[in-house]
């Protein structure tokens, strides 16, 4: 079996998702993994399929030929996962809305070599004064090399640079 991982962004609509996991069956594909969500109208995903190597020029045309439904798919070959060389810690932050907090925290954890699994942000207005608040979950990929106080340490400076509340959790 070969693998491929696919992009899909759509205007949403009820079946899209249908539409797509048709395509992939038709051609003997298995929809293995995926993450999706609709946003500002969109719909989006990411995922991940098998698909038998003698089916797979055929599926790559079939998933390129739903643009004439208005469904974009952009294609990659699955990479090999690296060897597991880091812990999972979970990054959870909250704080005023304000611009540039993601491209500040993702600049210190790559800095270390810190890799993103997963990331959701969204802004919602605070309880009581509905100010805008910036949320921010993340799955961190944290180098086994890197002590998790350093990286601490590190991400509590820029948190209070930021004036957020920001906290690592090891259980995941």
């Avoid at 079946?15 to 003997?28: D, F, N, P, S, T």
Wanted: glycine share 6%; with cysteine; hydrophobic share 45%.
């Amino acid at each position: 079996m070969d693998h491929l991982v696919l992009t899909v962004i759509a205007p949403d609509q009820p079946g899209l998702v249908e539409k797509v996991a048709q395509c992939i069956a038709a051609h003997g594909g298995n929809w293995l993994e995926s993450r999706m969500s609709r946003m500002a109208g969109q719909f989006a995903g990411i995922l991940k399929v098998a698909v038998p190597a003698e089916a797979y020029d055929e599926l790559v045309e079939a998933l390129q030929a739903l643009s004439a439904q208005g469904i974009r798919v952009l294609l990659a070959q699955s990479g090999i996962d690296p060897s597991c060389t880091w812990k999972p810690i979970l990054l959870e932050l909250v704080g005023n809305d304000r611009p540039g907090i993601v491209r500040d925290i993702t600049r210190l954890l790559s800095e270390h070599g810190v890799n993103l699994e997963s990331l959701q942000t969204e802004v919602r207005p605070a309880p009581m004064s509905s100010e805008p608040l910036f949320h921010c979950e993340a799955l961190l990929a944290v180098p086994l090399t890197l002590k998790l106080e350093v990286l601490q340490e590190k991400l509590e400076a820029l948190a209070d640079d930021l004036m957020v509340e920001l906290s690592l959790r090891t259980e995941v």
